[in-house]
């Protein structure tokens, strides 16, 4: 993923490189069913992917960044969820229609 020259101070990255080693959540969606019935099995998943990341860096692959698509277009709220799970929004790669924020979860924070 990209980070502007801002966000790479930031995260005290002093890389050359233009673009960071990330793992994307890709689609994160918990039963509405569920929704009304436990709290918290959305933060749950995220702490699985963030998991499978680090287990992957154990095994010589690399991610320092979990990224999401905040799907903002049906649902405002998700930018909260998010960002109550430690993620913040980019600089760059918001959809001009702001049907979604590209988000970040630093993973060595
Ligand atoms: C977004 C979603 C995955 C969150 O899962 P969840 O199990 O409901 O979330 P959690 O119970 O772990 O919530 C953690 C915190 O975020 C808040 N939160 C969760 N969803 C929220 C929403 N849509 N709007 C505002 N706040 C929200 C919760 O109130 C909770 O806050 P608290 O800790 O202060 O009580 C789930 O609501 C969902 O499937 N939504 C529909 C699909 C979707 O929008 N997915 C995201 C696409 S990028």
């Known amino acids: 993923m990209r980070l502007s ?4 101070e930031l ?3 002093d890389y050359p490189f233009k673009t960071l080693p990330a793992m994307k959540v890709a689609k994160l969606a918990v039963d509405e069913a569920a929704r009304q019935k436990y709290r918290g099995v959305g ?4 702490h699985q992917a963030a998991q499978i990341a680090w287990a992957c860096n154990d095994a010589y692959f690399a991610a320092r960044f979990l990224p999401v ?6 649902d405002e709220g998700v930018l909260a969820f998010y960002e109550k799970n430690g993620f913040a929004p980019n600089a760059e790669l918001t959809n001009r229609k702001r049907k979604t924020i590209s988000m970040r979860l630093d993973l060595y924070r």
């Not at 020259?5 to 790479?8: G, H």
């Not at 933060?43 to 995220?46: A, P, Q």
């Not at 698509?69 to 049906?74: F, G, K, P, R």
């Open 43 to 46: 933060t749950y998943m995220l």
């Open 5 to 8: 020259v801002a966000e790479k």
């Open 69 to 74: 698509d905040a799907d903002v277009e049906h």
């Open 11 to 13: 995260h005290h990255l």
